[in-house]
């Protein structure tokens, strides 16, 4: 009896682990061009080979129990070697951006940085010099002059913020519990800060948050807009203003 029920459990486990590799591992022929568009993207970092595969239906009335409206594959290889791979079976723009995009410029050699989009569940994907990809709440992201500190503000409809200390490699603050939303990321006085984002307006003054690098905190405050005009903002990545962005596609 014994005997049996290990056989039993051995095809099932075979089974099982057989429907997962198939649902992890991208398969041209699983994604028909009548039915599927694909964009596959191929990008050399370190010695590296990260390839970004992402998948969405053609036409979304053909949904069923086996589609996915944008599938994707992120994976991160050393010759045939896989180092580390990301897999995200559904992602839905819901409203907003969906799919992961790498800006063709990056700002460092020792890191490639993605942004994901969709599921209410924005990350911020940092792979570094050991090809691991970290994720983190995020999305598009902020970099300081120096290239040094990331902020990336959470796409969600709660509010959060990620900041990473690329010098350091080492995630300095991460939360989604902040209880006002962020818009632009600046620098003056030796400090970062964020306008609060706020349909209502103070006369000649602007609710900010600002990064205490001391602590790893945030600080809310007051200022004169004559504050943010002497600040300078830092460059941005990976936002869409006016082009609809769907799956890791974008149409200007």
Known sequence: ??????????????????????????????????????????????????????????????????????????????????????????????????????SEEQPRKDFFILSKFGDYDGRILIIDSSGKIKSFIGGHYYLSSDNRYLFSPYSSDLSGLTVYDLSKNKILFTSDTIRTYLADFYYYDNKYFSIVSDDVKKVNQTDIVTYDSNTNKLIFSTVVDNYISKAKRLKIYNVFTYAPCDCGQTKK
């Open 1 to 102: 009896m014994t005997k049996i029920l290990t056989i039993i459990f051995s095809v099932l486990t075979l089974t099982t682990f057989g429907q997962v590799d198939n649902g992890k591992t991208f398969r041209k022929t699983d994604y028909l061009t009548t039915k599927y568009s694909i964009k596959a993207d191929t990008f050399d970092f370190a010695g590296f080979k990260i390839e970004l595969i992402q998948t969405k239906l053609r036409d979304y009335k053909t949904y069923d129990s086996t589609a996915a409206y944008c599938r994707i594959w992120l994976t991160v290889k050393m010759g045939n070697t896989t180092v580390d791979k990301l897999f995200i079976n559904n992602c839905e723009a819901l409203g907003g951006c969906s799919g992961i995009y790498a």
